[in-house]
């Protein structure tokens, strides 16, 4: 009854020895032929490779990997010469022929195309590969209905994504990876969404969104939000416009290969979200997508920046990197009728007075705190202000110091003292906000001799373009004195080259000042503009390093000043008190120094004295005459 099989395992075991295989894998073979025998015998079943099968899938939760794999090559070898009389290929690739041979007449159709396809192109083994690959797809497809090519959709991928099993992800990904080559076929034969042939991947699938399979909830907000929709295309047309976009205008707007790859990926998992659901594309079914988004990536926000952007091509024609959109609502809205009507007054008060749009920004958010506490503690007019009210929110501030507390409260009495002024609370309940605290000298602070000298070696090793503009603030700040404000906010046209000279127009004081450029300066800012700076058309002297390319924040000084020193300090004003002091120490003229300093008098000039301790000790008086007596010192 098993001559055939003794036979076939003859010359298996002798095609192993004339090809020199190695001991090991000539008794693993053998090792599995014996007890596949005498499993047959044990049920007196006659010799099949479908049998086969199911014994090695029985016994493959009890054995290790390795001997699974050792004895599903070897009845492969078996089933070979069974039904060959010959082992056909030396170069042999494990293949669940059974796959293939149990597929439906329509996937056979598909996949037998696809494989002529490759075959015209590339080896047999990497036809093999594919075939496994796309048969045990298809096998899936066909067992849990599929009926032609409009079963192979997106929720039926997904589904055979979480179940296939792989004996490593290395595996699964390269099944996937053959998978995609075939769905990409068959989409670019529009027998499919052109979209699938993204979708089979390990970071794309989490992320499909399947708006039937949402809870309840978030059904209902897609539902609000279709009510609300316009301006709808097709989602074809959408991705056809977002990969133009794509392909030119963002290197054209010069943006980073990080922002690029993620807004291509953006606009390719909405277009895969939009097919998936049978959706057209609208603003509002982005805008929903991207909030739907916020528990599957930490990217989500760079993905609602991708919507902007292709809106804006929708709208222009082009994009506009350098606006800037706020997402949260105005918290002034979020204060009642009463309150608010109150607020916005008080600033446009404040704004026709000529305060600044920072110094109007410190009256909007100290008094929208205020105006927040108030509501919380349920005051529906300004009668129900009163001394106790003001005096628990106080205590209540959060502001770790004594002077931030100050700093509001001061602009907080400002509107108390508003809405005194307009009959609504008397004229004294602003003094129950204090604003006093213990008086204090301070020694300034400035950099060590050290800590300069650290600088001067961070500017000799810089080369990259960030460490070259560091270089260039730092130094401008050390040497000339400038604020952090006035070195983000310098022009082009402030630097004369021709006169060595900057001149600024300061934001703090709005005094005019035009400095001598010192030659370390102007060697840095020259070398930043010519080698670190992005060729781009801004004004500015120092900006962002990609795209929109924009002014610089304040807080990049500070972090310019630890990058340079190699630890944190305070703040960046440190570099301005050390130009003082050095100046001071060189015995420079107050006068010069209170106008370098852009000082309107000498009086903020004096603080800096004790920073001269060489002088100091100049002026220590003598203690002759009031000698202490008595005890150690007689």
Not at 183 to 193: C, R, V
Not at 440 to 446: A, D, H, Q, R
């Amino acid at each position: 009854m098993y001559q055939d099989y003794d036979n076939a395992v003859g010359k298996v075991n002798k095609y192993l020895i004339e090809n020199h295989f190695s001991t090991s894998v000539i008794y693993g073979h053998l090792h599995c032929y014996r007890s596949f025998k005498q499993y047959l015998e044990e049920k007196q079943l006659p010799y099949s490779h479908k049998e086969a099968e199911k014994w090695l899938n029985n016994n493959r939760p009890g054995w290790k990997h390795s001997k699974f794999k050792m004895s599903r090559l070897s009845l492969f070898r078996l089933n070979d010469v069974m039904k060959n009389g010959c082992i056909t290929t030396d170069s042999y690739v494990y293949e669940n022929s059974c796959n293939y041979d149990r597929l439906p007449e329509w996937c056979r159709l598909l996949l037998d195309g696809y494989l002529n396809d490759l075959s015209h192109s590339f080896s047999e083994g990497y036809v093999v590969e594919h075939r496994v690959a796309c048969s045990k797809f298809l096998i899936y497809i066909s067992s849990i209905g599929g009926k032609n090519t409009e079963d192979i959709n997106h929720k039926n991928v997904i589904g055979y994504y979480y179940q296939s099993q792989h004996s490593t992800v290395q595996a699964k990904n390269l099944y996937n990876r053959n998978i995609r080559h075939f769905l990409k076929y068959l989409a670019d034969k529009d027998l499919i969404p052109a979209s699938l042939k993204y979708s089979l991947d390990r970071f794309i699938v989490p992320r499909i969104i399947i708006i039937d399979e949402l809870p309840d909830e978030k059904k209902e907000a897609y539902i609000h939000c279709l009510d609300q929709t316009s301006g709808k295309i097709s989602a074809t047309e959408y991705y056809s416009i977002a990969k133009k976009l794509g392909d030119t205008y963002l290197d054209r707007h010069n943006y980073s290969k990080t922002m690029k790859k993620i807004f291509r990926k953006a606009w390719r998992e909405l277009y895969i979200f939009l097919e998936a659901n049978g959706l057209s594309y609208s603003y509002e079914t982005a805008e929903y997508w991207c909030i739907c988004l916020k528990n599957y990536t930490v990217q989500w926000k760079s993905y609602r920046r991708a919507i902007k952007l292709f809106e804006q091509y929708r709208a222009y024609g082009d994009i506009k990197p350098n606006i800037v959109y706020s997402y949260k609502e105005d918290s002034i809205n979020i204060l009642p009728e009463w309150s608010r009507s109150l607020l916005l007054g008080f600033l446009s008060k404040k704004q026709k007075e000529g305060n600044s749009v920072s110094t109007v920004s410190m009256y909007r958010s100290s008094c929208l705190r205020f105006l927040k506490f108030l509501n919380r503690k349920e005051i529906r007019c300004c009668a129900m202000i009163s001394p106790e009210i003001i005096k628990e929110f106080h205590i209540s501030d959060p502001h770790s110091t004594a002077e931030a507390r100050n700093a509001y409260s001061v602009r907080i009495r400002g509107f108390l003292d508003y809405l005194a002024d307009m009959g609504y609370l008397p004229v004294t309940l602003q003094l129950a906000l204090t604003t006093e605290c213990a008086q204090k000298t301070e020694i300034v602070e400035t950099l060590t001799e050290e800590e300069v000298a650290s600088v001067y070696s961070f500017r000799t090793n810089a080369e990259k373009p960030m460490e070259l503009r560091n270089t260039a603030m730092v130094l401008i700040g050390l040497r000339m004195g400038l604020r952090a404000s006035d070195i983000t906010g310098m022009k082009l046209a402030d630097i004369s080259w021709e006169e060595r000279t900057i001149s600024v127009q300061q934001q703090k004081t709005d005094r005019f000042v035009k400095l001598p450029m010192p030659v370390d300066v102007g060697n840095s800012l020259y070398r930043y503009i010519m080698n670190g700076r992005p060729r781009v058309d801004s004004d500015n002297v120092f900006i962002t390093h990609r795209v929109p390319y924009g002014k610089l924040d304040t807080s990049c000084c500070r972090r310019a000043l630890n990058k340079a020193l190699n630890k944190q300090k305070q703040g960046f004003h440190i570099t301005r008190k050390t130009f003082a002091s050095r100046m001071l120490k060189s015995r420079t003229n107050t006068d010069t120094i209170a106008d370098s300093l852009g000082h309107s008098n000498t009086s903020t000039v004096l603080k800096y004295l004790a920073t001269d301790g060489d002088t100091m000790r100049q002026c220590a008086l003598s203690l002759k005459g009031i000698e202490v007596k008595g005890g150690m010192l007689s």
